[in-house]
């Protein structure tokens, strides 16, 4: 069992950055394939970037490929979402993920078992 704790979301000018963190719980969190998702009102949770348990490998959706980096630090319990070139059609409630079943970089949200409780994030034109 983990449990994840997401930050760092707000109101931001298009064009801006923001830095998202999300803390998870446990001795565990090496063993974990970590990803964000977005959903924004109105639609489905969508899959934005996923990272592996040792870090070396990425996976990106092409919607936000060279704008956001996703990065994890094992030391912290840690998985960031760095997201530069903000767009407003990045407004989503940005949610953290964690699933340790599966290896490799997981893009479905149906792999992972764990959720955090989300973030807002808020771009204006």
């Known amino acids: 069992q983990v449990q994840l704790v997401e930050s760092g979301g707000g109101l931001v000018q298009a064009g801006g950055s923001l830095r998202l963190s999300c803390a998870a719980s446990?001795?565990?969190?090496?063993?974990?394939?970590m990803g964000w998702f977005r959903q924004a009102p109105g639609k489905e949770r969508e899959f934005v970037a996923a990272?592996?348990?040792?870090?070396?490998?990425?996976n990106y959706a092409d919607s936000v490929k060279g704008r956001f980096t996703i990065s994890r630090d094992s030391t912290k319990n840690t998985v960031y979402l760095q997201m530069n070139s903000l767009k407003p059609d990045d407004t989503a409630v940005y949610y953290c993920?964690?699933?340790?079943?599966?290896?490799?970089?997981?893009?479905?949200?149906?792999?992972?078992?764990?959720w955090g409780q989300g973030t807002q994030v808020t771009v204006s034109s």
């Open positions: 446990g001795r565990t969190f090496s063993r974990h394939v």
């Open positions: 993920a964690a699933d340790a079943k599966r290896p490799g970089v997981l893009i479905s949200a149906n792999e992972y078992d764990f």
């Open positions: 990272i592996s348990r040792s870090g070396i490998s990425t």
